[in-house]
Protein backbone atom coordinates (compact mmCIF):
# COMPACT_ATOMS: atom_id res chain seq x y z
CA UNK A 1 0.00 0.00 0.00
CA UNK A 2 1.15 3.44 -0.77
CA UNK A 3 -0.15 6.98 0.61
CA UNK A 4 0.50 9.32 -1.65
CA UNK A 5 0.14 13.04 -0.48
CA UNK A 6 1.33 16.59 -3.06
CA UNK A 7 1.85 19.57 -2.22
CA UNK A 8 3.10 22.86 -3.77
CA UNK A 9 0.33 24.17 -5.46
CA UNK A 10 -0.63 27.97 -5.65
CA UNK A 11 -1.75 30.86 -8.21
CA UNK A 12 1.57 32.25 -9.77
CA UNK A 13 1.65 34.64 -13.16
CA UNK A 14 2.24 33.70 -16.36
CA UNK A 15 6.18 33.04 -16.78
CA UNK A 16 6.42 31.94 -13.68
CA UNK A 17 8.27 28.54 -11.63
CA UNK A 18 6.35 26.42 -9.16
CA UNK A 19 7.95 23.22 -7.18
CA UNK A 20 5.29 20.54 -6.48
CA UNK A 21 6.21 17.63 -4.02
CA UNK A 22 5.03 14.63 -3.97
CA UNK A 23 5.30 12.30 -0.49
CA UNK A 24 4.91 9.19 0.03
CA UNK A 25 4.20 6.72 2.19
CA UNK A 26 5.76 2.86 1.94
CA UNK A 27 9.11 1.11 2.50
CA UNK A 28 9.51 0.05 -1.10
CA UNK A 29 8.51 3.42 -2.38
CA UNK A 30 12.01 3.44 -4.63
CA UNK A 31 10.48 0.51 -6.50
CA UNK A 32 7.54 2.41 -8.31
CA UNK A 33 7.14 4.40 -11.28
CA UNK A 34 5.64 7.58 -10.12
CA UNK A 35 3.80 9.54 -12.83
CA UNK A 36 2.43 13.49 -12.73
CA UNK A 37 -1.32 14.04 -14.01
CA UNK A 38 -3.17 17.19 -14.31
CA UNK A 39 -7.11 17.86 -15.11
CA UNK A 40 -8.63 20.67 -16.01
CA UNK A 41 -12.01 21.72 -15.44
CA UNK A 42 -14.30 20.27 -18.03
CA UNK A 43 -11.37 17.75 -19.36
CA UNK A 44 -10.13 14.69 -19.05
CA UNK A 45 -7.04 13.67 -16.82
CA UNK A 46 -3.72 13.89 -19.11
CA UNK A 47 -0.29 12.68 -18.45
CA UNK A 48 2.09 15.88 -17.52
CA UNK A 49 5.56 13.44 -16.76
CA UNK A 50 6.79 9.92 -15.08
CA UNK A 51 10.08 8.78 -13.68
CA UNK A 52 11.07 5.20 -13.11
CA UNK A 53 13.09 3.88 -10.07
CA UNK A 54 15.97 4.28 -12.50
CA UNK A 55 15.50 7.93 -12.73
CA UNK A 56 13.92 7.45 -16.36
CA UNK A 57 11.71 10.06 -17.44
CA UNK A 58 9.29 10.62 -19.43
CA UNK A 59 7.52 13.76 -20.58
CA UNK A 60 4.21 15.14 -22.74
CA UNK A 61 5.12 16.93 -25.51
CA UNK A 62 3.08 19.78 -24.11
CA UNK A 63 5.63 20.47 -20.64
CA UNK A 64 8.38 18.89 -22.64
CA UNK A 65 11.49 21.75 -22.08
CA UNK A 66 9.61 23.81 -19.30
CA UNK A 67 8.79 20.89 -16.62
CA UNK A 68 11.40 18.59 -15.00
CA UNK A 69 10.80 15.52 -12.69
CA UNK A 70 13.13 14.20 -9.85
CA UNK A 71 12.87 12.06 -7.06
CA UNK A 72 14.39 11.67 -3.81
CA UNK A 73 13.96 7.66 -2.74
CA UNK A 74 15.90 8.63 0.66
CA UNK A 75 12.94 10.45 1.28
CA UNK A 76 10.21 9.23 -0.51
CA UNK A 77 9.56 12.36 -2.10
CA UNK A 78 8.94 13.22 -5.86
CA UNK A 79 9.39 16.30 -7.20
CA UNK A 80 8.23 18.56 -10.27
CA UNK A 81 9.48 21.14 -11.10
CA UNK A 82 7.74 23.69 -13.42
CA UNK A 83 9.08 26.74 -15.19
CA UNK A 84 7.70 29.05 -17.87
CA UNK A 85 3.98 28.22 -16.75
CA UNK A 86 1.51 29.51 -19.03
CA UNK A 87 -2.46 29.53 -18.36
CA UNK A 88 -3.12 26.52 -19.91
CA UNK A 89 -1.15 24.88 -17.25
CA UNK A 90 -3.97 25.68 -14.90
CA UNK A 91 -5.22 22.28 -13.55
CA UNK A 92 -5.09 19.71 -10.59
CA UNK A 93 -1.57 18.18 -10.58
CA UNK A 94 -2.09 14.38 -8.99
CA UNK A 95 0.79 12.68 -8.71
CA UNK A 96 0.22 8.77 -9.07
CA UNK A 97 2.20 5.37 -8.41
CA UNK A 98 2.27 2.15 -10.22
CA UNK A 99 4.32 -1.16 -10.08
CA UNK A 100 3.41 -1.46 -14.17
CA UNK A 101 6.44 -0.83 -16.48
CA UNK A 102 3.98 -0.74 -19.66
CA UNK A 103 2.06 2.15 -20.94
CA UNK A 104 3.25 5.00 -18.34
CA UNK A 105 0.85 7.70 -19.69
CA UNK A 106 -2.12 6.09 -19.23
CA UNK A 107 -4.02 7.06 -16.07
CA UNK A 108 -5.58 3.42 -15.90
CA UNK A 109 -2.02 1.86 -15.14
CA UNK A 110 -1.77 3.89 -11.84
CA UNK A 111 -2.46 2.20 -8.83
CA UNK A 112 -2.19 4.84 -5.75
CA UNK A 113 -3.67 8.28 -6.67
CA UNK A 114 -2.71 11.94 -4.10
CA UNK A 115 -5.85 13.96 -3.73
CA UNK A 116 -4.45 16.76 -5.97
CA UNK A 117 -3.23 20.19 -6.05
CA UNK A 118 -4.49 23.39 -7.37
CA UNK A 119 -1.83 25.33 -9.72
CA UNK A 120 -3.37 28.44 -11.37
CA UNK A 121 -1.21 30.19 -14.07
CA UNK A 122 -2.80 33.90 -14.72
CA UNK A 123 -2.08 35.54 -17.62
Known amino acids: QVRLVESGGGLVQAGDSLMLSCEASGRTFNSYIVGWFRQAPGKEREFVTA???????YYADSVKGRFTISRDNAKNTVYLQMDSLKPEDTAVYYCAATLRFTQISAVSMYDYWGQGTQVTVSS
Open 51 to 57: IRSSGRT
